[in-house]
């Protein structure tokens, strides 16, 4: 696929939001054979703004957990507008734990506005939950492959995103919070989330010259949702994506699981900034 012309983050971010953009389960429906899925986090209840379960990519056993939005308001408010809670992160994690005990490895996909902020969800400990997640995802014994697909915002996303590679859509955009979070922080005026988004870097090419991303996955021009009315361009699409997904996972696979562990760790503390000359890594 061509370069796409350089446009405003602002419009990264509506691409991403558009209700049209493919979802989790299309995506699944797209990657994987066989797929069943899981449910319920075996501790409180059956949280449904995340989906995860088993299934074959290209032939190779995997397991896949994703944020889960709706098209129509009716979806989005039994999916929470893919906004999990403590419950959602707690099954996503006995999924890839689950995972680790029967060796598959793990690809999360994440389109998320952030972590549900509501009481019921502090009073169930979701900053715990969400802690445990990255950190139990730290140590992994399996590979693991993150893929930001629209929207990964805040905690939501992060709890999702600690991987051996981190991918992005070329569409897809990745932030502490969203740009409107953002302008209401910094200058009191949420309004002003275009000249956040801006500031943010958070689309895939800013992310990927900053390298805090490992791949940015092409789209047609517009974004993928753009090809609603061909069936054959999003097949075609997704068995690109799938073969790049099945090549690096056959490469991950044939990592000793210590040297995997190992280069996991050195991939997150050698994150640095080269615009600001902010690293990190205090090791001497």
Known sequence: ????????????????????????????SGLLDDFLEL?????????????????????????VVGHRKGRTVEENVACNFGMPGPEGFRKSLRLMKQAEKFGRPVITLIDTPGAYPGMEAEENGISAAIAENMAQMSALGVPVIALITGEGSSGGALALGVADRLWMLEYAVF??????????????????????????????????????????????????QSSTGDSHVFTDWCGFLKTALAEEIRKLSGIPKEELLEMRYQKFRSIRSERTGNNYDTGN
């Open 39 to 63: 449910s319920g986090d075996r501790a409180g209840k059956e949280d449904r703004s995340v989906i995860g379960g088993v299934g074959l990519l290209d032939g190779i056993p995997v397991t």
């Open 1 to 28: 696929m061509k370069k796409q012309k350089k446009m405003p983050a602002f419009e990264h971010v509506q691409i991403a939001r558009d209700r049209n953009r493919p979802k989790v389960t299309d995506l699944i």
């Open 175 to 224: 932030s502490i919070l969203s740009p409107e979070g953002f302008a209401s922080i910094l200058w009191k005026d949420a309004a002003r989330s275009s000249e956040a988004s801006e500031l943010m870097r958070m689309t895939a090419a800013e992310l990927y010259e900053d390298r805090l991303i490992d791949r940015v996955i092409p789209e047609p021009e517009g974004g993928i």
